[in-house]
Each structure stands twice: as structure tokens, then as C-alpha cells.
């Protein structure tokens, strides 16, 4: 998805809900629909309205060493972007040495050893003004790929994959000091998206006694960490992929 139109500091969407509803109706690939959809139904949060409405920090932990591509990156220099893809680079990256410069043909390694399947019609990036190819990732074989793609650089892992995870097993990857992808599908409007995990917030409300968990993510569409709240209930289904040296 494109957050070319996405305000950066202030964390919220451009548009009124008029006009998302109006975006929706125009034919855009889906992939701008996946973006207005996850941002309409506030799948992220803002630490900083967090702390205004109260909650303070329980326990926490973020890993750094990622290469992070946004989405324009991507389909400029490859003509393709699937997100399960830029997770698994992403990930990769923090245990194998990557040349950015060579990324086309790493992304698309990732891309055969994945078994992404590229949709045969062309999407249109509107940030970019170039058309690409949309790929679509099973999301069991992240793990096996990211394995393999890492052992041929030298680099053993073991990975795992699971169905309807809970947030503590994200909790315990980052504890260890791994990497991990939550990928999701919304209850709503069946779109998807997958994301890498650099870490994990717990917080509570000094004044009611809310707690929230929440993911550490990288969303593929900007190269900067948000905060994913760990609310299962709005996804039908939502998987996790582990690392572990």
C-alpha cells in the first residue's frame, strides 16, 4: 500500500471520511484500498496521544539493523512490491549483510523462494506514476524462505510459522533478540498486509487501569517504526512468522 498521502507527524490520514469513502469508489488498484481501509479503522496509534490520554510504559523493547525499502523504492527499482516480500527482506537484513544497491535481485530471490505469485495485471502506483506488479505471498512460506535465503549468506536460523498467535510469542522473539512478521486480515473488508516486528510496548492507564500491547512494526510503506495495537478481534484471521539464532 502507498502513504505518499499519509501526514507523518501528526499520524492521521489527510482526508475526511467523505473522501476516503470517495477514493474508494474511483478504480484504484487494490492495493491504495488496502491503505485507506487499514488507516480508516485506525489499525495504528500514536504514542504520543497514548501518553495524553494517560498510559504510561510497562515494559518495552525495540531491535534496530533493518533495511527498510519503502514502497516507492521498491517498485522503482523492481517493478513489483508484495508486502510479505519487504518483510522478508527486512528481516533478513538484520542477520545477513545485504548490498541495497543489489536490491532487485534480492527482493526478487525472496520472491521465488517464497512462491509469490504476481498478480497479471499491472497496479498503479500513484506516488511513483509508474505501473508494477502486485505480488501475493502465502503467508506460511515466509519462514522457510527467509531460512534458505539467510543460509545460502551463511547464516543458520530457525524459523517458524503460526496460526492465530498470541502477542507474548512476539514479546518473546524480541526478548531473545529476533525478528519476527505479523500479517493479518481484515474482518471488515478481507485485505491484508504483512509487517515486520522489531519489538514490543505493554502500558497501562494511570487512571482506569487500561491495559494495551502492542507491536512494534515496520509497515513497508514508510521507513519509519508504529505502534500496532494487538487487537485480534478486528482481523479474521492473523499469523505469525518467528526468527531464533
Not at 488498484?29 to 501518553?51: A, G, H, M, N, Q
Not at 494495551?212 to 494487538?230: A, E, H, I, S, T
Amino acid at each position: 500500500a502507498n502513504l505518499r498521502n499519509f501526514r507523518n507527524k501528526a499520524n492521521v490520514l489527510p482526508f475526511k471520511k467523505s473522501n476516503i469513502r470517495l477514493k474508494l469508489k474511483i478504480n484504484f488498484s487494490r492495493i491504495y484500498i488496502t491503505l485507506f481501509i487499514f488507516y480508516k479503522e485506525d489499525v495504528f496509534v500514536s504514542p504520543k496521544d497514548l501518553y495524553k490520554q494517560g498510559y504510561v510504559i510497562d515494559a518495552s523493547k525495540t531491535i534496530s539493523g533493518m533495511i527498510t525499502p519503502t514502497q516507492s523504492e521498491v517498485i522503482r527499482e523492481t517493478g513489483t512490491y508484495a508486502c510479505d516480500v519487504s518483510a522478508m527482506f527486512a528481516v533478513s537484513s538484520h542477520y545477513v549483510t545485504l548490498n541495497r544497491l543489489k536490491l532487485p535481485d534480492l527482493y526478487h530471490e525472496l520472491w521465488q523462494l517464497s512462491g509469490t505469485s504476481g498478480d497479471p495485471n499491472k497496479s498503479f502506483d500513484q506516488a511513483t506514476g509508474l505501473y508494477f506488479t502486485q505480488g501475493r505471498t502465502p503467508s506460511p512460506n515466509a519462514a522457510p524462505a527467509i531460512k534458505e535465503f539467510c543460509a545460502r549468506r551463511g547464516k543458520r536460523l530457525e524459523t517458524s510459522f503460526a496460526w492465530y498467535p498470541s502477542w507474548d510469542s512476539f514479546r518473546a522473539t524480541a526478548d531473545s533478540g529476533n525478528l519476527s512478521i505479523f500479517s493479518g486480515t481484515l474482518r471488515s473488508s478481507h485485505d491484508a498486509h504483512a509487517m515486520a516486528v522489531a519489538g514490543y510496548v505493554a502500558m497501562h492507564n494511570t487512571y482506569s487501569n487500561d491495559k494495551k500491547y502492542m507491536l512494534v512494526v515496520w509497515d513497508g510503506w514508510f521507513n519509519q517504526l508504529r505502534f500496532l495495537p494487538y487487537d485480534t478481534t478486528i482481523y479474521i484471521s492473523h499469523e505469525g512468522t518467528y526468527c531464533g539464532e
